[in-house]
C-alpha cells in the first residue's frame, strides 16, 4: 500500500486527537478526520460536560479546525 502525504496527515490528526481523549479517559469516543480539518467524534458520554470537555480536547490538538459530534445509540 502507498501512503500519499496527505492521507499520512489525515490519519495523523485522527490518531493524535484519539490519544489526547485517551488521554484524558474518554476511552468510549472515537475520532474521525473527515478531511478539511474537521474531525468527527463519535461515542457516547455519560453528561453533556464530558462532552464539551471531549470537543475541547479535540480543538486543541494541532491541525484541527472544527470537531462534529455523533451520539452513537445503545
Known amino acids: 500500500m502507498i501512503r500519499t502525504a496527505s492521507a499520512t496527515r489525515a490519519t495523523s490528526i485522527a490518531t493524535r486527537v484519539q490519544n489526547s481523549l485517551y488521554r484524558y479517559g474518554f476511552e ?27 470537543v475541547a480536547i479535540a480543538r486543541t490538538v494541532p491541525g484541527v479546525a472544527s470537531v462534529a459530534y455523533r451520539r452513537e445509540s445503545c
Open 28 to 54: 468510549t469516543i472515537t475520532a474521525i478526520d473527515l478531511g478539511n480539518k474537521t474531525i468527527e467524534l463519535r461515542g457516547r458520554t455519560e453528561t453533556a460536560n464530558d462532552l464539551a470537555i471531549a
